[in-house]
C-alpha cells in the first residue's frame, strides 16, 4: 500500500495551510504529524481507496479547526483512531 500512495503528496508546508495568524508552520507540522500517525498505525491489508479517502479526510477536518494548533500527541492517536473507525466498513452479517 505505501508503494501505492505517496504521503508526500497530502504533506502540507506553512505556506500552504492558510492563514494561522503566524502560527502557519506550528499548523503545517500539526496537520503532517497526523497523515504520519495514519501511515504509521494503519493496516496494511486497508483497501487502497478506503486509504486514499481517510487520507483525503484529514485536511478538510482541520483546516479551520482552531484546535490544531494545540494537537499533542495523545490527541493525535485520538484523532486517527476516530478516523480509521468512522471509516471502518462493517462486515456483513
Same mark, same amino acid.
Given at each position: 500500500m505505501y /508503494?501505492? &500512495?505517496d504521503i508526500h503528496e497530502f504533506? *502540507?508546508?506553512a505556506g500552504e495551510v492558510?492563514? =494561522?495568524e503566524g502560527d502557519e508552520e506550528l +499548523? +503545517?507540522?500539526n496537520v503532517n504529524r497526523i497523515y504520519h500517525?495514519?501511515?504509521e498505525v494503519i493496516d496494511p491489508s486497508? /483497501? &487502497?481507496d478506503l486509504f486514499r479517502a481517510m487520507l483525503e479526510g484529514i485536511w478538510p477536518y =482541520?483546516?479551520?479547526q482552531p484546535g490544531l494548533l494545540e494537537l499533542d500527541e495523545e490527541l493525535v492517536e485520538h484523532f486517527v483512531a476516530y478516523l480509521i473507525e468512522e *471509516?471502518?466498513?462493517e462486515p456483513e452479517e
Open positions: /508503494d501505492v &500512495i504533506l *502540507f508546508d492558510g492563514e =494561522w +499548523a +503545517a507540522e500517525k495514519l501511515y486497508t /483497501d &487502497i =482541520w483546516q479551520h *471509516f471502518e466498513v
